[in-house]
T-cell receptor, first 111, second 112 residues
Framework: GQQVMQIPQYQHVQEGEDFTTYCNSS?????IQWYKQRPGGHPVFLIQ?????EVKKQKRLTFQFGEAKKNSSLHITATQTTDVGTYFC???????????FGKGTKLTVNP | DAMVIQNPRYQVTQFGKPVTLSCSQT?????MYWYQQKSSQAPKLLFH???????NEADTPDNFQSRRPNTSFCFLDIRSPGLGDAAMYLC???????????FGDGTRLSIL
C-alpha cells in the first residue's frame, strides 16, 4: 500500500540552529500537508502544497513540494523554543478522503 | 469560534467496561475521522464518515464502533477495552475528501 516515509525521526538542535525534515511518498501525491503537534497537544494543520515544485513560506518556515510530487520538506530557520514539537507530513491515499501520515519528526530545541 | 470539541479530555475506565468518547463540530464539515495515537507514534486512522457513509479501516478491531447521528456529532464506542487500547483518541474533520484536517484536543483514555 501507499507509504509516506519521513526522516529524521528525532532532531535535537540548539536554539538558533536550522532544522529540516524530509518526507517521501511511494506514490505521486495530489497534495501534501504538514501538521505540527506540540507535546501533549493535538496535530495542527500548517500548510498544504498542491503544485509541482511549489515553495511556500510562513515566517521562519519554508515548505517545498518536489517536482515529481513525491517528496516534500519543511525547513525552519533559526529555531526557537516555541518550535518544539513533532512535525508530520501527510498525503492523500489514492482517491479517498483519507490521509497517510508520515511517522513524524520530533524536534527538541535547547535554549 | 468554529471548532472540533472532544469530551471528555481524560477518561478512565476499567478493563472490559464499555466506554464512549464524543466529538462535536461547528465547522459543518462533511468528513469526520477517528484516530488512535499512542506515545511517539503517528495518528492511526480507525474509521471515518463521509456524510453518513461509514468507512472502516481493515485493521480496526471489532471492539471499536462508531456512530454519527448527524453532521455535528460523532461517537467512538469501545465495547470491551483492553490494556492495549490505552491511548489518545483524536477526532478530526475535513470539508471534503483528503483536504486539511481540523483536530480536536483529543481524549486520553486510561484502562485500569
Amino acid at each position: 500500500g501507499q507509504q509516506v516515509m519521513q526522516i529524521p525521526q528525532y532532531q535535537h538542535v540548539q536554539e538558533g540552529e536550522d532544522f529540516t525534515t524530509y518526507c517521501n511518498s511511494s506514490t505521486t501525491l495530489s497534495n501534501i500537508q504538514w501538521y505540527k503537534q506540540r507535546p501533549g497537544g493535538h496535530p495542527v494543520f500548517l500548510i498544504q502544497l498542491v503544485k509541482s515544485g511549489e515553495v511556500k513560506k510562513q515566517k521562519r518556515l519554508t515548505f517545498q513540494f518536489g517536482e515529481a510530487k513525491k517528496n516534500s520538506s519543511l525547513h525552519i530557520t533559526a529555531t526557537q523554543t516555541t518550535d518544539v514539537g513533532t512535525y508530520f507530513c501527510a498525503g492523500p491515499q489514492g482517491g479517498s478522503e483519507k490521509l497517510v501520515f508520515g511517522k513524524g519528526t520530533k524536534l527538541t530545541v535547547n535554549p | 469560534d468554529a471548532m472540533v470539541i472532544q469530551n471528555p479530555r481524560y477518561q478512565v475506565t476499567q478493563f472490559g467496561k464499555p466506554v464512549t468518547l464524543s466529538c462535536s463540530q461547528t465547522l459543518n464539515h462533511n468528513v469526520m475521522y477517528w484516530y488512535q495515537q499512542k506515545s511517539s507514534q503517528a495518528p492511526k486512522l480507525l474509521f471515518h464518515y463521509y456524510d453518513k457513509d461509514f468507512n472502516n479501516e481493515a485493521d480496526t478491531p471489532d471492539n471499536f464502533q462508531s456512530r454519527r447521528p448527524n453532521t455535528s456529532f460523532c461517537f467512538l464506542d469501545i465495547r470491551s477495552p483492553g490494556l492495549g487500547d490505552a491511548a489518545m483518541y483524536l477526532c478530526a474533520t475535513s470539508p471534503r475528501g483528503a483536504g486539511p484536517q481540523h483536530f480536536g484536543d483529543g481524549t486520553r483514555l486510561s484502562i485500569l
